[in-house]
Structure formats: C-alpha cells, structure tokens
C-alpha cells in the first residue's frame, strides 16, 4: 500500500467481518514508502469479535512499487518464526474483494500443497485499458507460450515461500515469478471489487513496464522464438534468392533487372535479419550478465519493521 491508509482501514473492517469460523488473521500492510503518516482506527476491531487478531506495518526504505514491495514483505515474513498455515497477498485498495477470502481458504484445505490464484472475471476499466489487455495477453502467449490471466491476489501455503522467495524473478513480476517456479498452481475466478476511496496512483506508464517486466522474465524463451523465427526468414530468403538466380539462368522467364531487383532487396532483407539477430544475442547476453536481486538474500536492505497497530487474543475468534 502507498498513502491508501483509508483504504486499509476499510479493508481490514472488511476482513475481520468475514464469516469464517475457526480462522485468524495476522494482517500485514507492506508500507511502500508512504509520505502520509500512519492512520488506523482500532476502535472497530476492539468493538467486535471478529477473525482479525493482529494489524501491523512494514515499512519499506523507499517506494519500489507494488510488485517489489510484495517480494520484500514475502522475503521478511518466510524468515520469521511464526505459526501460520498460509499468506494470502492482496492489494490494500478494495480491487481485490475479499468476499473472495473464504473460497480461497476452503481450497487450500482441499489442497494445501498448491498456490490458489484468482482471475478477475469483470473489469470496470475503461475501454482503451481492456483493448491494451487483451492484446498484451495475446502478446505474451505467442513470445512467452505462457497465460497470464491472474494479478497480485493469491494464496501461497507457508511451505512453499523459501521456493518463491529465492526467485529473483519474485523482484520484477509477482504472477510471472509463480509460473516460472514450476509450483502447481490453480486459478479460481473472482470478481473485481470497487476501490474503496481515493485515486489509484498507477498510469499508463507504469501499466506498461509492469508488463514489459513481466515479458522479460521468460526473456530466454522470448529469444529463443524470435532467433529461430528470423532464422526461418533468413532461410526463406536464401532459399528465394536461389529459385530467383535459377530462374534468371537456367530458364527463359525472367524479364530484364527483373532478377537483379529482387535479389538486391532480398539480400537487404537477409542483412537486416543477420543485424537483429546479432543485436539480439548480443542484448540476451548483456542481460544474463547483470546482478539479480534475490528477495530472500537482499531484503534486509529495503525493509524494516513498523507498527502494530492492534492485537487481540486468537481464542476470541466468533
């Protein structure tokens, strides 16, 4: 969360009032660097006795950004000693409704060795945002191979946080991380929630490097396709040139400048493939070569602790 305090406040309300028996939550706000000082009401919760037995902060040292900020608080909780069956990750906004909770967690009983996602099945964005979408999906599945069709909200069971939080792609790209770790998971459909109050702080620019980020964690697939795609078209070429030059010697077809024409743009045509292909590996390799940043090895750096907010006895639970 960045300055969303209201927010927050409407959304642990929300929480705690969740008819769950049985079930405590620990909630954590990830502070990604806030300039508004920390407000929360524990008037509410002191009031009722609902399923929300803790409410603390962390803050982070700057403002990374949603997807950095959930690696950093991924990384600081997997190194705790706590006792805890699973963390659900969410935005602090209200877009990602909690009345999605429940099912979350009755799967996770059914099957508690697997991350449980959810996947928006309506979106109130405007119409240019859903056309952006659908051609970025379609954009990933044919560089990547892969669906993306999930965000930030999840269900990750405690034993599987060392094998996500030792992902470097964790830093860049939260759902993309999770399919490159190879753990099962399962995407449930929920609906979109409605922003609590406020404006949201992303825009245009930030929605495009959160997917551009998001294509460059499979980077190595995403070169491998485009490498042997140019390398397909620079056969084709050759292959053109060849049939281009029979025709021109070996039979009577061929019309005057008709074969120097198109050979010369052929021979273009296989320059410009041989460039991009020698830029490309040369960028692939530049890539490989810079340091990563693993969340499990460099989050002391961007994180420390906060305030608790309330805490209440977990035998209180309704």
């Known amino acids: 969360m960045f300055n969303d305090w209201h927010c927050l406040q409407s959304l642990v309300e929300e929480i705690d009032a969740l008819p769950i028996a049985g079930v405590a939550f620990h909630i954590v706000a990830i502070n990604d660097g806030s300039t508004i000082p920390e407000t929360l009401d524990r008037e509410p919760l002191e009031q009722g006795k609902g399923c929300v037995t803790a409410v603390e902060t962390w803050n982070l040292i700057c403002n990374l950004g949603n997807q950095k900020a959930i690696s950093m608080g991924l990384a600081n909780l997997e190194k705790k000693d706590w006792d805890f069956d699973a963390v659900i990750v969410m935005d602090s906004d209200g877009e990602d409704s909690p009345q999605s909770i429940p099912e979350l967690i009755r799967l996770h009983d059914e099957n508690p060795q697997d991350i449980w996602v959810c996947s928006r099945i309506n979106r109130t964005e405007n119409v240019s945002f859903k056309v952006g979408y659908f051609f970025y999906r379609l954009l990933f599945g ?115 400048g008709w074969a120097t024409n198109l050979v010369g743009a052929m021979l273009i045509i296989l320059g410009m493939v041989f460039l991009f292909m020698l830029m490309m590996s040369l960028q692939f390799l530049n890539m490989n070569m810079n340091v990563q940043v693993i969340p499990k090895l460099h989050f002391k750096d961007y994180i420390v602790e906060g305030s608790v907010f309330f805490r209440r006895d977990a035998t209180c639970l309704h």
Do not use: M
């Not at 830093?171 to 490159?180: G, K, L, S, V």
């Not at 770790?181 to 404006?199: A, E, L, V, W």
């Not at 499979?218 to 053109?240: P, Q």
């Open 142 to 256: 044919l560089l990547a191979g892969k669906v993306i069709n999930f965000g930030n909200f999840s269900l990750v069971p405690k034993k599987r946080l060392l094998s996500l939080v030792t992902r470097p792609e964790l830093w860049q790209h939260y759902p993309a991380a999770i399919i490159r770790s190879r753990i099962p998971y399962h995407t449930i459909p929920s609906n979109r929630g409605h922003r609590y109050c406020g404006q949201s702080s992303q825009n245009l620019g930030n929605l495009l490097v959160h997917g551009l980020n998001g294509l460059s964690i499979f980077g190595g697939i995403i070169y491998a396709r485009i490498f042997f795609s140019l390398l397909a078209v620079g056969i084709t070429t050759l292959i053109g040139i060849g049939i281009v030059v029979f025709i021109r010697y070996g039979t009577d077809f061929a019309t005057p």
